[in-house]
């Protein structure tokens, strides 16, 4: 505790901080008595936000001892140098929210609201402060650092930006405040003039207080005529004599009492979980995503357009596959007419069987075009104009004749031809696989048109399926993993999103100076998170299994189905938080997000089945929290798979020890890395 005479409200002592090799603070010592204005001068770069920080408790010192008379942070009211303050938020909202964190009711907060609009002139309540000029924003944040009418105020840089009558108008409200209430105000300002107004001034330079004193006493002591020249001459001093450093050996008495971390513990103090500032925050950060149209329309509409793309993209046949046919025996055209019911052993048949592969060919949607000869055939598939080119001799049929009754020898070059592209290796396996039926189709319909047993010409093999006998293509087999994916993904994006914004726009950093944990903002985004994938798990569902027919079998595995894209998207979330902790910048998290998120999809079977990956690539995709729950998920809904079965099991478990790793990785780094997710500015 601070010894019981101790008449300032701020006491710096041999104060050091250093950023790397950069050192701000090199022992330095301040007085600020209670009920008086102090002006911190110094040149742009000397340490001044450093030393407030230090003093409001959010950044340590190296070295040396702060000690404040205030006892909670709602003694105390900070207005950083940047703005910190939700953008999309109106400043109506913006009191509203600080008044709730400060406990503050709702009478308070609309007398005190009336208070500032005309002390600070503000602009009109309704205004959202991303569309207030930079000065109108820097009066609202200094509404909020003064809305809880603290005892102390420390302003860094509070008039820039604001008209000289206005500024002189502040001025006069700081000095009544410090006159009438008895507050303690600490204002540091690169106008020097408005300076003379403080009662006490303390002059920074090379990370010290080269001097500390009423400015008159400082103007009359360099025998200047403004502080500004004072400040002048006693630099142009320092140049000369080198700065006075003064260090302390040892800390004086009372001070040693006090404790060092006595502004950190300030900090600290109001570090128990709060539903009141939960419920602030979560109120806060709706308002803010209603009014962030392309989170919104993100986190809402792209759920929708993406499984929707995905079941009417992923998967189907290929259409329209361009085929040149060279057809000797007929013209194609004429294959519409042809009558596959006569025999072609009888001898008056005149039958022309390519018309059967070609008309099989045309009823899958083929676009079959004739050319002349089949160098022009081969050149257009060189040029990639076809995919393919078939060509039927003109004694086709007759070798047909020939091959299926065997009687006769048949010669190989009059067989039919096929030459195809490469390059897209589906496109090829499904042309042969449908010249292969075509042809097959041919055969049986030639032995039943000959009164023969079709069956002949089928394969001597009985195929019968014992899982996934609705599944007609590859999109219906990776539909669980898409959706797995979505519920990671959406719910990485959301978190990533919220937390780099309040990391990088300091609104964070400055909520908790109003009290506010990580733990409770943490808490509020999962919340939100958790209404998020339920409405994204129903779009997604019912899209998929509903408007879609992807094939689903209902059981009690459904239930595990969607506990795992629950976990899914606690995984997202936790994910999310990791990356906004470790990234420096906006962009690089959301890149970071967006290239995880998509290596996993490759990566878990999403795109092409992991059994085509190499063994160890494969044994480390397996162990994946999208290919873990995908798999469990696809199981469920193809297999039938219950709750009960050990497979879902066992994959769900696998999938949930992901949030317990992910959350010890959150709670070590957080451990050693202090300033994972706050900047203060
Ligand atoms: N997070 C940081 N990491 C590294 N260096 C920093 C960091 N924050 C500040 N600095 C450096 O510390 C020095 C003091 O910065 P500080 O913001 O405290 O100065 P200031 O006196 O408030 O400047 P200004 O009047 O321009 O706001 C500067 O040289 C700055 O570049």
């Not at 008379?69 to 939700?86: F, H, R, T, W």
């Amino acid at each position: 505790m601070i010894d019981e005479e101790f008449q300032y409200d701020v006491k710096v002592i041999n104060a050091f901080k250093s950023y790397g090799e950069t050192k701000v603070l090199n022992g330095l010592n301040m007085n600020v008595t209670e009920g008086s204005i102090y002006g911190l001068l110094g040149p742009s770069g000397c340490g001044k936000s450093t030393l407030l920080q230090c003093i409001m408790g959010s950044m340590e010192l190296d070295s040396g001892c702060i000690a404040l008379k205030a006892i909670n942070l709602k003694d105390v009211g900070y207005m950083p140098q940047s703005l910190c303050l939700e953008s999309t938020l109106t400043i109506r909202e913006l009191f509203e929210y600080y008044g709730t964190l400060y406990n503050m009711n709702k009478k308070d907060i609309e007398i005190k609201k009336e208070e500032l609009i005309a002390f600070l002139q503000l602009p009109n309540l309704n205004s959202l402060i991303k569309d207030i000029s930079g000065g109108q924003s820097r009066r609202v944040s200094l509404g909020v650092c003064l809305l809880h009418n603290p005892k102390l105020i420390i302003l860094d840089e509070p008039t820039v930006g604001i008209d000289p009558l206005l500024r002189q108008e502040i001025w006069n409200g700081f000095l009544k405040m410090v006159v009438e209430q008895h507050k303690t105000i600490i204002i540091t300002t690169h106008y020097i003039e408005e300076a003379n107004l403080a009662n006490r001034i303390g002059l920074m330079r090379n990370g010290v207080l080269v001097e500390e004193g009423a400015p008159e006493h400082i103007i009359s002591k360099y025998g200047a005529d403004s502080l500004e020249s004072a400040f002048l001459t006693l630099c142009s001093n320092q140049d000369v004599n080198e700065a006075p450093i003064v260090y302390f050996d040892k800390l004086p008495t009372e001070v040693q009492k006090t404790d060092k971390m006595q502004s950190t513990k300030l900090m600290e103090a109001g570090k128990k979980v709060d539903f009141v500032r939960i419920k602030a925050l979560l109120k806060k950060n709706i308002r803010a995503l209603y009014r962030d149209y392309w989170l919104l329309f993100t986190l809402c509409l792209l759920p929708i357009i993406q499984n929707t793309i995905f079941c009417s993209s992923i998967g189907g046949s290929f259409k329209r596959m361009e085929v040149a046919i060279q057809n000797d025996e007929i013209n194609i055209n004429d294959c519409k007419y042809f009558n596959s019911s006569k025999c072609i052993f009888e001898n008056n048949s005149s039958q022309t069987m390519s018309c059967v592969t070609i008309n099989y060919l045309a009823s899958l949607d083929y676009k079959l075009v004739e050319v002349k000869d089949r160098y022009t055939g081969e050149m257009l598939v060189n040029n990639s104009k076809f995919l393919a080119f078939i060509h039927f001799p003109k004694s086709y049929t007759q070798d047909m004749i020939m091959f299926i009754d065997r009687r006769k020898e048949y010669g190989m070059q009059s067989l039919a031809y096929m030459y195809f592209a490469k390059h897209n290796m589906l496109f090829k396996n499904q042309i042969v696989m449908d010249v292969t039926n075509a042809i097959h189709y041919l055969m049986q319909t030639t032995l039943y048109s000959c009164s023969n047993n079709p069956q002949i010409a089928t394969l001597p093999m009985e195929f019968n399926i014992l899982y996934g006998k609705d599944v007609k293509n590859h999109g219906n087999s990776t539909a669980a993993i898409f959706i797995a994916m979505g519920a990671y993904y959406f719910s990485s994006i959301y978190s990533i999103s919220i937390m780099l914004s309040e990391k990088m726009d300091g609104i964070l950093g400055r909520s908790m100076f109003a009290g506010v944990t990580i733990l409770e903002l943490l808490i509020s985004i999962f919340c939100m998170t958790n209404v998020l994938i339920v409405g994204h798990s129903f779009i997604s569902i019912f899209i998929v299994y509903v408007l879609y027919p992807n094939p689903i079998i209902l059981s009690s595995g459904m239930f595990m189905y969607v506990i795992l894209l629950i976990i899914m998207s606690w995984i997202g979330f936790l994910f999310g938080l990791l990356t906004a902790g470790l990234t420096p910048t906006k962009y690089f998290g959301v890149h970071i997000m967006n290239g995880w998120a998509l290596s996993q999809m490759l990566l878990s079977g999403g795109v092409w089945p992991i059994d085509g990956q190499a063994k160890l690539l494969r044994s480390v995709s397996e162990l994946l929290p999208m290919r873990l729950a995908g798999k469990t998920m696809n199981d469920i809904v193809l297999k039938g798979w219950t709750l009960y079965h050990p497979s879902v099991i066992i994959g769900t478990t696998a999938t949930f020890a992901h949030v317990v790793l992910l959350l010890l990785v959150l709670i070590g780094l957080s451990k050693v890395k202090k300033d994972m997710w706050v900047i203060h500015k």
